[in-house]
C-alpha cells in the first residue's frame, strides 16, 4: 500500500522570505503522480503543482517549485518570495493511475509580515 | 467552467441523527469521489465513483455510511445514524476518466454534538 509522509506539522516564515515543505512517500510502483494541495480556511483545496514521476525535470509554477528525488522517494516544496496570501495548509499526495489520491497529514504554513 | 458543487455548507446535527450531503461534479467528469477530513489531517477517501459504479468503498463505515450516484451525475452521501466521530469536513472532487490529479469543492462542515 502507498503512503505519504509530512513530517512537519507547522512551519513559518517571513514575508519575501523562501520555505521549503518536506515530503517522503512510499510505494513499488514506478508510475505515478504527486501533487501539492493548498487548503485555507476556507477549505477549498488547491491544486498548486503536479509531477509526473517518468519525468525527470522538477516541475515549476512561478514562485513554487519542487525537488523530485524518485530513488529517494522525495518531493518537496519550495516557496519563493512567500507572500501573506500563502498561509495554509499544504498536503502532499501521491496518485495511481484511476486511482484516488493518497493524502499526507499536511504542514501549516504561517506567512507573517 | 463551472467548479464542483456542495451543499450545504454547514450541518450541525445531534448525535444518531441522520444527515446529507449532495454534490454536483464538473460537467463532463465521469469520476467522482467523496473524502472525510477530520480537523487537523489530511482527507481521507470514503468512496470513488466511475460513471454510476463503484470503484472503490474499502475505506466506507458501510454500517452507517451510503453514498449513492445515480445516473452518473450528481451525488449524495448518507449517515445515519451519526456519531460525535463523525464530525469533519466532507469533501466530493471529480476528475475526467484517468486523468491525474481533481478538483474539489468547498466541502461540507458537519458538527456532531
Known amino acids: 500500500a502507498q503512503t505519504v509522509t509530512q513530517s512537519q506539522p507547522e512551519m513559518s516564515v517571513q514575508e519575501a522570505e523562501t520555505v521549503t515543505l518536506s515530503c517522503t512517500y512510499d510505494?513499488?510502483?514506478?508510475?505515478?503522480?504527486l501533487f501539492w494541495y493548498k487548503q485555507p480556511p476556507s477549505r477549498q483545496m488547491i491544486l498548486v503543482i503536479r509531477?509526473?514521476?517518468?519525468?525527470?525535470q522538477n516541475a515549476t509554477e512561478n514562485r513554487f517549485s519542487v525537488n523530485f528525488q524518485k530513488a529517494a522517494k522525495s518531493f518537496s516544496l519550495k516557496i519563493s518570495d512567500s507572500q501573506l496570501g500563502d498561509t495554509a495548509m499544504y498536503f502532499c499526495a501521491f496518485q495511481l493511475a484511476g486511482t484516488a489520491l493518497i493524502f499526507g497529514k499536511g504542514t501549516t504554513l504561517s506567512v507573517s509580515s | 467552467e463551472a467548479g464542483v458543487a456542495q451543499s450545504p455548507r454547514y450541518k450541525i446535527i445531534e448525535k444518531r441523527q441522520s444527515v446529507a450531503f449532495w454534490c454536483n461534479p464538473i460537467?463532463?467528469?465521469?469520476?467522482l469521489y467523496w473524502y472525510q477530513q477530520i480537523l487537523g489531517q489530511g482527507p481521507k477517501l470514503l468512496i470513488q465513483f466511475q460513471n454510476n459504479g463503484v470503484v472503490d468503498d474499502s475505506q466506507l463505515p458501510k454500517d452507517r455510511f451510503s453514498a449513492e450516484r445515480l445516473k452518473g451525475v450528481d451525488s449524495t452521501l448518507k449517515i445515519q445514524p451519526a456519531k460525535l466521530e463523525d464530525s469533519a469536513v466532507y469533501l466530493c472532487?471529480?476528475?475526467?476518466?484517468?486523468?491525474?490529479?481533481?478538483?474539489f469543492g468547498s466541502g461540507t462542515r458537519l458538527t456532531v454534538v
Open positions: 509531477q509526473e514521476a517518468y519525468k525527470q
Open positions: 472532487a471529480s476528475s475526467l476518466e484517468r486523468t491525474p490529479g481533481y478538483t
Open positions: 460537467s463532463g467528469h465521469a469520476t
Open positions: 510505494t513499488s510502483e514506478n508510475n505515478y503522480y
